[in-house]
């Protein structure tokens, strides 16, 4: 099938996924309980949607998507510790579906759904050994060529960018670095970034577009409270003073997925997330399977959404796959209505760009993928009103487009810093910034620096940008593992400023050196140099 050209549909729909996870390693434990997040999000999210849109190619189905993979999350799923773990987290959900099975095998209700787990984990396992070989990258870099797909990066480290606008030297090293480490896995330059949380405050587009980024992604009120308004509202994207091209995320598209309230994902008859068998079976049986014996979340759930109430009924996975499709169905009709309506009101040809976190697919909602599929793949796409495109598919085709001068957001609540600049988390600032100024200064007194002090510098680097991570304020502010966020901070920051005082002192302790490398073995190519000057 031919790709519809632009003249036989009204508008274009851009659809965007985030991946992003932090950088959780700890090679000094066998089981540790957060390196779970990336085993989960494989195991639900990553892999799921791999093979939905391997699929869609080998279907010859013509979409388009465009995918963020974050510096860090591409360190991970590069690591070989990780992935030996990964595979041995996959042993242990296969050895406890076979369990679940034997266990529910008198209950007509759960013990199909036991067996459906089973030969999902028994797929994944083949999937990730046979045809991945134990990789994922290159499955992504993969989708990327099939020119379906636009891979783009991030910060190195999902830095709350707006937050370091006093720190030249920082906002250049996680941007350029987000560039590099793209490059080093794919093997050519990113066309965009997404920007860490859609965070933006005025000057960044400068850093951004220096580095390489052709465009970006804000929340809709950074471009409808731009300077001057732009005329065509958020459905044309918009240029900024130093030539960076900005989509605007729109809300109306956006609610219809992951709103708590009236969102897809909230329906009667979706799996129910938080309904797992690590919180509901007898501690004796369960332990085995959660890490360091605590109790979390196994990736087995019996049970559907059914309502607000403690009293779930049975999950029924025909009734989701079913669901999902009207849904896919329902999103694809909106839009059409929604294109047609700004072609009336604002008499252009709108572009409408819906973009969301992509662990909410699979992972936070289990039928999210096959939604995914129904949207990309609907028959009666083939017809649609809105054809879908790429960031720079549609740059290539247009060359005229507004400079405005976006305003300060975020996709965070209430729309600007509060996430990240909180009561709750605050106290962090102080320290990362004296953090970027020593850096900087010992950047430009050790310039020639060679052998164990230039190694212990990129080390002091690496620990800075770890700790530079939003993941850590958001979970002090939301206190979701806030204690975990915390206790990562200040090791993080311990540890640069135990390096950097080796330095300042000339005696660096190579053995602590080499265990933090261990540790932290994420950007290969970083050059502490970056990090001078102002």
């Known amino acids: 099938m031919k790709r519809s050209a632009a003249s036989a549909t009204q508008g274009d729909l851009l659809l965007v996924l985030h991946a992003h996870l932090p950088y959780v390693r700890y090679p000094e434990h066998e089981n540790h309980l957060e390196e779970a997040w990336l085993h989960e999000a494989m195991l639900e999210s990553y892999i799921p949607l791999i093979r939905v849109l391997e699929d869609l190619l080998n279907d010859g189905v013509d979409f388009r998507l465009t995918l963020s993979l974050t510096p860090s999350l591409l360190e991970m799923l590069d690591d070989k510790l990780l992935m030996k773990r990964f595979q041995r987290y996959l042993e242990s959900r296969i050895d406890l579906a076979e369990k679940e099975r034997f266990r529910t095998r008198n209950d007509q209700a759960l013990a199909p759904l036991a067996r459906m787990y089973h030969k999902r984990f028994l797929e994944v396992r083949h999937f990730f050994d046979r045809t991945c070989k134990g990789n994922l990258i290159p499955a992504f870099r993969s989708l990327g060529r099939s020119g379906k797909i636009e891979c783009i990066t991030s910060a190195a480290t999902h830095a709350f960018l707006p937050l370091h606008m006093s720190e030249p030297a920082t906002l250049r090293g996680q941007i350029g670095l987000g560039f590099s480490t793209f490059q080093r896995h794919f093997g050519?330059?990113?066309?965009?970034?997404?920007?860490?949380?859609?965070?933006?405050?005025?000057?960044?587009?400068?850093?951004?577009?220096?580095?390489?980024?052709?465009?970006?992604?804000?929340?809709?009120?950074?471009?409808?409270?731009?300077?001057?308004?732009?005329?065509?509202?958020?459905?044309?994207?918009?240029?900024?003073?130093?030539?960076?091209?900005?989509?605007?995320?729109d809300a109306q598209s956006c609610a219809?997925?992951?709103?708590?309230?009236?969102?897809?994902?909230?329906?009667?008859?979706?799996?129910?997330?938080?309904?797992?068998?690590?919180?509901?079976?007898?501690?004796?049986?369960?332990?085995?399977?959660?890490?360091?014996?605590?109790?979390?979340?196994?990736?087995?759930?019996?049970?559907?959404?059914?309502?607000?109430?403690?009293?779930?009924?049975?999950?029924?996975?025909?009734?989701?796959?079913?669901?999902?499709?009207?849904?896919?169905?329902?999103?694809?009709?909106?839009?059409?209505?929604?294109?047609?309506?700004?072609?009336?009101?604002?008499?252009?040809?709108?572009?409408?760009?819906?973009?969301?976190?992509?662990?909410?697919?699979?992972?936070?909602?289990?039928?999210?993928?096959?939604?995914?599929?129904?949207?990309?793949?609907?028959?009666?796409?083939?017809?649609?009103?809105?054809?879908?495109?790429?960031?720079?598919?549609?740059?290539?085709?247009?060359?005229?487009?507004?400079?405005?001068?976006?305003?300060?957001?975020?996709?965070?609540?209430?729309?600007?810093?509060?996430?990240?600049?909180?009561?709750?988390?605050s106290w962090i600032y102080r320290h990362l910034k004296k953090a970027?100024?020593?850096?900087?200064?010992?950047?430009?007194?050790?310039?020639?620096?060679?052998?164990?002090?230039?190694?212990?510098?990129?080390?002091?680097?690496?620990?800075?940008?770890?700790?530079?991570?939003?993941?850590?304020?958001?979970?002090?502010?939301?206190?979701?593992?806030?204690?975990?966020?915390?206790?990562?901070?200040?090791?993080?920051?311990?540890?640069?400023?135990?390096?950097?005082?080796?330095?300042?002192?000339?005696?660096?302790?190579?053995?602590?050196?080499?265990l933090l490398e261990l540790k932290s073995p994420l950007f290969r190519e970083i050059d502490f140099r970056t990090f001078a000057g102002k």
């Open 436 to 514: 970027a100024g020593t850096l900087s200064r010992l950047s430009r007194e050790y310039g020639t620096a060679t052998g164990v002090f230039a190694r212990a510098l990129n080390q002091a680097a690496r620990e800075l940008l770890l700790a530079q991570a939003s993941d850590w304020p958001f979970m002090m502010k939301t206190e979701t593992a806030a204690g975990f966020a915390e206790a990562t901070f200040r090791e993080h920051m311990g540890n640069f400023f135990d390096l950097c005082k080796e330095v300042s002192a000339g005696t660096v302790r190579e053995d602590h050196l080499i």
């Open 188 to 249: 050519k330059q990113p066309s965009g970034m997404w920007l860490p949380e859609c965070g933006y405050a005025p000057g960044l587009d400068a850093y951004t577009r220096a580095a390489g980024a052709g465009y970006v992604f804000l929340e809709s009120h950074g471009v409808l409270n731009a300077v001057p308004r732009p005329k065509k509202s958020i459905y044309r994207p918009v240029r900024t003073p130093a030539g960076l091209i900005v989509y605007a995320r």
């Open 256 to 425: 219809q997925v992951w709103s708590s309230r009236g969102g897809y994902p909230g329906n009667a008859v979706y799996r129910d997330f938080y309904r797992d068998i690590g919180f509901d079976l007898d501690d004796t049986y369960i332990e085995p399977y959660l890490p360091g014996g605590v109790r979390t979340f196994t990736g087995m759930k019996y049970y559907r959404v059914t309502g607000k109430t403690g009293r779930k009924e049975p999950y029924l996975p025909e009734q989701g796959l079913q669901q999902a499709a009207r849904h896919a169905e329902h999103f694809l009709q909106a839009r059409s209505a929604q294109v047609l309506s700004l072609r009336n009101t604002l008499r252009i040809r709108p572009v409408i760009t819906a973009a969301f976190d992509a662990e909410l697919f699979g992972h936070w909602w289990y039928e999210g993928p096959e939604w995914l599929r129904g949207v990309l793949g609907s028959p009666s796409s083939r017809h649609r009103t809105c054809r879908f495109i790429t960031p720079s598919e549609y740059i290539a085709e247009h060359n005229a487009f507004e400079t405005v001068s976006p305003s300060a957001s975020s996709w965070g609540r209430n729309g600007f810093h509060e996430v990240w600049l909180a009561p709750a988390n």
